[in-house]
Structures are given as C-alpha cells and as structure tokens.
DNA sequence: TATGAATGAGTGTTCATTCAT
DNA sequence: CATGAATGAACACTCATTCAT
C-alpha cells in the first residue's frame, strides 16, 4: 500500500484518452520539439492522474510515459500541483469539446432526450479516466478545480443542447414539465455516474451486472422511459 | 501536493461516524485494553481512509488519534493494507447495519418507496465518508473488497425491505413494473450518489446549488415522484 | 562547484569542536539511546555547518557522521533550517560557556586587559569553527540567528568581566577612558577576528604571516600595548 | 533552506557594485557584441556570488540577470567554478583600482594615518558585496584565490601608500612605532572588518549599535587616536 | 554568436515498517 | 501488552551542464 510499492504493481491497463495523437513510444520523440514535448507530458500525466489519483500520481512515472526528462516536467508545468491542475483543466476541456458535437436539433424532443441519454452512458463508458479524475477531485474536496481560470465559462454545451431541447418540448407541449436543464443534466448523470463509477463494488457486493453490456442496455432503456415520461408530467402532478 | 504536506494542512473536519463508542482521548486508555485499543484503531483509520484516501491516509495520523502506538497498528492489524480491508469491510458493515433499522411493513407501497428514497438521500448525506471509501475503492479498481470475507452476505437490508415493498406493490395493483430490487436500490442510489458526491465540483463548474438543503429538497420530491411513476407503469409501457 | 560535487572532495579536516563527548565513529552507540543519537546528530552537524555554511551542508553528511540515520534527523529537528538554528544557538552556548571560565578579579586592570585579549585570540583559533558560523549567519544577513529564542540573553560573560575590569580600572585611575564594555569588546574581538577569520586570503594577497605563531605573538603583543595604551588615555584626549 | 526556495526569496537588493557600466536590462543587447555581453554576464555573476555565496549562487539567475543565455556563460567562461574565480580576481582589481585614488602625499603623516582610516571604513560601508565576496571565499578555504594568477600583484595600494607615510612619519620623529605597512593595513582592516561584516549578527546578540552612522563616527574617532598614538610610541615602550 | 531544449546526479523530506526493550 | 527508536526505500524538486539547431 506504500504508494510506490503496491500501486506500482497495478498492471498499467493502457486507457484510450481519446485523444488526437496519444504518447507514442514507439519511436522517440525527435529532440527539440518543445510542443509535442509538452504535450506528451501533459497525455502522460493525465493518464497517471486518472489511474492512481492525486497523492498516488508519479512524477517518475509520468516521465517515463511522456518519453521526457523529469525536470523538463518541472519547467514546463511548475509542479505537481500545477500539474494537476493543467491536467483537470484539461479534462474538462476534453470532455466539453466531446458534447459540442452532439446535433440534437432535428429531433423530436422525446427522442432528443433519450438520445442526449445514450450519449452520456456511452460517454462515461469512453472516458471512465475523466469519472477517475472527478471522484479525484472530489475527494480533494474540489481544492483544484475552484482556482481554475474561467473553468466555468467552458460550462457543458450539453446544457445548452438541453435547455432548447426542453423548450421545444414544453412549446410543442410535449413536456409539461419544465425542468431547468441544470436538474436535468444532474439528473441524466446521476443515472450513469453511479453505476459505471462504482463497477468495481457493486458486482462483488450486490452481484449487480453492471458490467454486462447486456443490464447497460436494458438499464438505458428503462431509466430513458422513466425519464421521458418525467417530463411528459407535470411536476407533483395529478 | 506532496500528500504530507497540503493534505496534512487540510481542515480535519470531524466526521461523526455514528459509531457506538467514539474515540476519547482526554483520557488516555489505561494499559491493557487489547479490545479496546483495537476498537479505536479501527475508528481512528476509518477517519483517516475517509478522509485522504488510500495514498493519503497515514499511520501516524491513526496512531495519533487513536490515541496508540504505532507498531500497536502493525501487532493488530499487520499492515496499512490489512488495514484499510478491515475498515472498508467495517464500513460495509456498519452501513448495513443503519439500514436494518428502517421499518416500512406499515406503509402503503408507494408511501414506502418515498420514506426509502428519503432516507437513502439523508443517509448518504450523513455518512459522506461511506461516500469517499466507496471512491476510493472504485479508484482501486475493487482491489480489496473483492477479498472481503464473505462480503456479499451482509447484503444491504435496503435490498430485501425493496423486495418486500415491491411485492407488495405488485400483489396490490399498485406497481405494474415488476423491477427486480437490486436494480432499483441501483437507481435510488444513482440519484442521490453523484450530486453528493460530487458536491464540491459541481457548484463550481455548473453553479449547481447541490449543497443547499432547499435545492435537495426539491430534487427528492422531484425525483420521489419520478420513481414512484416509474413503478406504477409497465415497463416501455404504452 | 555543484554542492554536491567539489565540495564533497574537499578534505574533511577534522575540527575539535572541543565538547565534551565528541562523536565517536569508533564503534557505533548502542542503538537505542534518543538522547545520544541527537546529541551526535547535533555534533556532526556543527561540524557540517562550520565546514560547508548553510547551503553548502548535506544531511547526508551529518547523518553519517552521527552515524545515524537521516530520518532521525527529521524526527529530532525538523528539518535543515531548525537544525541549523539549532546548531547557532549550540555554539553560542559553548562560545559562552567558554568566556564564563575566566577569572579576571585577581589582577590588575592593565593585567585583566591582557590576559582578556591573549584569551579572546587563542579562543578565536581553538574554535575556528565558530568563526564560520557566524561568517555564514552573516552571509545569511542574520535571517536565523534572529529567531534563536533569548539569544542576547547568553550575552558574553566576557561583557560582564570586562566591565568590572573596567570600573576597577577607572576607580584606581589606571584607566582614563570610560569606554563602554561592548564597543571594547568589539574592539578586542575586531582585532582578532580578521587576521584569523581571513587567514586563508591574507597569506596569498598580502603574503602576510597570519598563520604564523611567531607573527600572533608579535601581533598580540603589539595590539595589546596599543590597547592598554588607548584606556589609559582620555578619550580624544591631551 | 533549500538553496532554491529559502535563498531565491531573499529580497534581492540592489548593491551598487560600483562599475563603469552596470547591466542594461531595459534594451536587450544587439546580438553580436561578445565583449558586452561577457561584461554583462561577469558583473551579474559578481552581484549573485555577493548575494548567496558560492553554494547559494545560480547560474539561471545571473544569466536572467545579465539578460544572456545560460549555455553563453559556459562558452564565456566554462563551468561555475571558473566562473567564481574570475569574479574573484574582477573583485580584487576593482577594490585596488579603488584604493588607488587616494592622494595623502600632501597630508601630515597623523593626518594622513586618519584619513586612511576614514577611507577604509567608508570603503567596506560602500562596498559590502566584496567583504561577502571575502568571507565566502575564506569559508572555501581559499580554495579559488591561491590559484588566482599573479593576484599578488595587484597588492594593495593601500600598503604602498601606508608605506610612504610610515617612513614620512618616522622620518619626522611623528612616530616612534616602525611598523611593517602590511601589519598595519591588518590592523586597519582588522578595526573596520568585524563590526561591518558582522553587522547581522553583532546587533541582535550584543545589542550593538553597529549599524548607527552615530556610533560608527564615534567609534571612528576612538580607533583613530588609538591607532595614532599607537605609532607614535616606541613599541613594547616605556 | 546565440538559443532553448534536454539531461542526470543529486538533495531535502516523508512514511510504512521493523527492532529492542 | 506496549513503547519509542531506528530504518530504508521512495519521492518531489533543483541545478549545473550539455546538445542540437
């Protein structure tokens, strides 16, 4: 459990970033390219981040991946923390960029939002680092991710998708119940962030399947209906 | 970020672990208590793994609060991991044992799947520690508790009352969705686990108000109803 | 020049720092005996801070020749600038210690002024060490000895005997000028303080003797005579 | 007191080390000026080895401060060390090119002796950076000046002009003391070295006032007539 | 001549763990 | 049963120095 013992010997599953072009060890970087460099070290460190939390990250390791010299990361980034910081920054960036992509306007908006639902269980099954490095920050009580320059501003487009989602569903008068997109977006999260973040518990505790392609999929399609029909009511509604 | 330095630094916040007996250290434990030590210990790292993590918690620090030596840790428990499974097979344990002592014989099925959603929500507000293990071990990928003793017998209560209430429902005409209850503890969990556990980024990033007890208010009405439509519904129902 | 490198090649000259139980690599302390470890642990580093100044000290180093191990280091003092501040106020202390012995009230002021100024030159060259000390709190522009709690408190025993020197002194009439025992302290300690402090640059711009005992002897001759002189006349005096 | 952190916090004050041409920061050099450059980079090295001593000196800050590349100082100079020693003897020179300036041909051989003395303090007041530059070099040892070619030879002209006076002096039965100018250029330095370079220390455990332009004057004064009248009398004398 | 990228050997410090009493 | 001393393997971070352009 000493940090660098136990953790060390995790065997280093490779996690797809999704990036453009991932750490290539293959061939090494040549030299003088301070860009890729950078960016190599910041995929590494995002990898590492994911993987062993904040107080579990290398340094070390992190060089290693990147194909950098350890104090390259230190005149690049700062430090540790600096770096973290970049790496969540980074995240969050990812992950925005990922939802601008979604075209929800031709939809009807029933079908708009069980669609919107497919995509974040899809996206969370993608990106289990970016979950990691939530629950990371988390448990560093959101520390970073407040002194993050305009993290807000880069607000999920998914909010926005949703909010003319629900105004055409409330105008067309599908939806009568007129949830504020915020809400919403907690909601559709809530219902995947549990089950895909703790798939590691819950299949030993409880037996659950959460793990099984299978439950996924009837898992989805019962919680779209459940919340498709959420908005198709009234709020406490008769 | 060195994990001695800032996380020594952060506010050690006392977490009320609703235990029977609370470590006391005003007056030192006289000598031979082998039970006794032990019992604070366990609570002592309990604390500690709740708050910092597998990587962040330290012996010293559970030492210290537990008002005991340090190789004491070691004769009792072996090691920082043997540790950890004890309290993490402890806090199973204990959460369980907070469940077993709801009592919804009485109520009318729909009226029991409200109280349930309830006190889910202000369970896991009142043991936010329960929430940072269980992060934790998600992040050790299950590491431990997959090596828990007979883990999966002490089975959430919460499950078997589900199952009564949701025959209940069923026999009554009330339910018409036949939802096996490991699948709906998952859904109840979902839906409180994200906002509270990721309470301190999602204010910061969506300007979500998860932490305003008027807001959660009005997210479990909202949601009680959500469910309880969804019970009463054939599932992809017309 | 790197710290680590040139001057670890420096030849570690052995310097009788002249407590009472020097460290002793002979055969090792008996393990657990706290008390002795620190006390070896605060010899070597004297050692390592007169030898190198404060940048130039390594733990290592001290924890070798305390033969000890460089965790103790830490659990005993902090970390290096406590320890240094620790070894500042040892060596005022022993500085101090050292002047108490003098017994001036037996001769005779022009004497006591002799014997007084012969003592502080040999104190000077038995602890050459204490003389890089305080080169090096200089260079540090007094950053620590500053927070060295009560240090004029240990203020030189010298002052006190100086001063009844000086009153005996002028009450016989032998001395004429009513100096203030600090500035004759300074005097004194200026007069011997160069020569010594600076004897490795003398020899080679100057070609001066400084390291020669007939040249102190000479020297301390001379300064004498010219002191004696200086209180016996009025000050700016006819 | 990691050299970096502790060290690169010290406000960094400006020392006028008094050259013909200061670094020029506010214009970046034009390229191709080798000369320039290499003067640049030999002042900002003499400010940076004032300030932190050999160990405590950083080759990226004297390079920021010379406003030239890192690597340029190794072409120029070769290594730190190297680069220390030219300070060195830059230092030297530049102390004596000082001294040179004094004209006492004209003076009475007492007068001359005061102005001297007046010269000497005023000259370690105004140039600090080069008594540090004399501790830092005598806590190594000596180590870089003996290698110092023909630094001999810039003997001070202090003493040549000392000497001139000695022998006016003596010649006009003004003094009756034959000193050796180099012993009296020690005495002189030895009254002045102390209390300035040990102006951190001096005040805080003595409560000295040595940094008071009243007590300097004062003290001034005292050491003048004791150092005149220490030469008008025959030594050892009755 | 000049630059900025890259390197590697330290250096202070931490921490789980074991030893001796 | 209990303690405090001692250990050693990391770890984050620094800095003089060299390389490639």
């Known amino acids: 459990m000493t940090d660098g013992k136990s953790e060390a010997n995790r065997d280093e599953q490779i996690i797809d970033i999704g990036l453009a072009a991932p750490v290539d060890n293959s061939r090494p970087r040549v030299g003088r390219d301070s860009e890729g ?4 070290i910041l995929l590494a460190a995002m990898h590492e981040f994911s993987e062993y939390g904040d107080g579990g990250a290398r340094i070390d390791r992190i060089a290693r991946r990147a194909n950098a010299n350890k104090s390259l990361i230190y005149s690049y ?3 540790k923390e600096e770096l973290y910081a970049r790496v969540l920054r980074e995240a969050y960036t990812q992950i925005r960029a990922g939802e ?5 306007d031709k939809l009807e908006p029933r079908e708009a939002i069980r669609a919107l639902m497919k995509f974040t269980m899809e996206h969370y099954l993608r990106a289990p680092w970016f979950l990691r490095l939530l629950a990371t ?3 560093r ?3 970073t991710v ?6 807000s501003e880069l607000q999920s487009p998914l909010i926005t998708q949703l909010k003319q ?11 009568k119940n007129d949830m ?3 809400d919403l977006y907690i909601l559709m999260a809530s219902l995947f962030y549990f089950p895909i973040s703790n798939s590691h518990t819950l299949p030993v505790v409880f037996g659950a399947q959460v793990t099984d392609p299978k439950w996924r999929e009837h898992y989805l399609k019962s919680v779209q209906d459940m919340v498709v029909r959420h908005l198709e009511n009234a709020p406490g509604g008769a």
């Open 37 to 40: 460099t950078k960016r190599d």
């Open 77 to 79: 980034f700062g430090n």
């Open 100 to 104: 601008r992509e979604l075209n929800l």
């Open 137 to 139: 920050e988390n448990l």
């Open 141 to 143: 009580r959101g520390q």
């Open 146 to 151: 407040r002194q993050i320059d305009k993290i």
């Open 165 to 175: 989602v629900l105004d055409r569903g409330v105008a067309s008068g599908a939806f």
């Open 180 to 182: 504020n997109p915020v």
